[in-house]
Nanobody, 126 residues
Framework: HVQLVESGGGSVQAAGSLRLSCTAS????????MGWFRQAPGKEREAVAS????????DYAGSVGGRFTISQGTAKDMLWLQMNNLKPEDTAMYYC????????????????????WGKGTQVTVS
């Protein structure tokens, strides 16, 4: 079993920055894809960024491209999301998730394809 714990959320003014972290621990698990999702009240959970653990290729949702940067630790047990120029519409609960299967881009990184989830960290932009 894999545990994912997110941190780094908080309240920030528009145009500000936050850096989210996700720590992975638990039994041996080979993640091929790691991603950040978010869910705002009344909306579906959506992927905002993904990274391939083998090679580090990344993909971003159009709404965050150029503002968010996903990265991973060398040991693949850490995942980060640097969020710059935040907007009120970025307000949501942000989740870290991992999958055994590699997905070439964000089209495959959907909630139903992820194997493990963290409990989320709240980001509020005003």
């Amino acid at each position: 079993h894999v545990q994912l714990v997110e941190s780094g959320g908080g309240s920030v003014q528009a145009a500000g920055s936050l850096r989210l972290s996700c720590t992975a621990s638990g039994s041996a698990f080979s993640a091929s894809c790691m991603g950040w999702f978010r869910q705002a009240p009344g909306k579906e959970r959506e992927a905002v960024a993904s990274i391939s653990t083998d090679g580090g290729s990344t993909d971003y949702a159009g709404s965050v491209g150029g503002r968010f940067t996903i990265s991973q630790g060398t040991a693949k047990d850490m995942l980060w999301l640097q969020m710059n120029n935040l907007k009120p519409e970025d307000t949501a609960m942000y989740y870290c998730a991992v999958s055994r299967i590699h997905y070439a881009d964000l089209d495959g990184v959907v909630p139903g394809n992820m194997d493990y989830w963290g409990k989320g960290t709240q980001v509020t932009v005003s």
